[in-house]
């Protein structure tokens, strides 16, 4: 009996990669509406514009993730995020696909 290949079980779906897209979508239009300057130069300005106990989570696959912890994932390498669409992404990177 052929070995089932590890990695077969851990495909993102076609709806957990819909859900990131329209997370990503509401990142963005979330920080335009409250005007961030541009670029985001570390981990602490990136949780300043997500504070503890933002409503919005990252939930992909069952698995809820708020934001500020999401940051706390990324290292100096991260930094500077550019723009809206960079920190959307680089967040999102940090999300469970399945």
Known sequence: MAEEHKLAHDAPTPGAIGEIEELKIEIVELLKDAAVKFPVKNKNEL???FP?????????????????????TLGT???????????ASKILSRCSLT
């Open 47 to 49: 949780k300043n514009l």
């Open 77 to 87: 390498d991260d930094f500077p995020l550019e723009d809206a669409p960079a920190v």
């Open 52 to 72: 503890p106990g933002t409503k919005m989570a990252c939930r992909v696959g069952g698995k809820e993730t708020h934001f500020d912890e999401l940051a706390e």
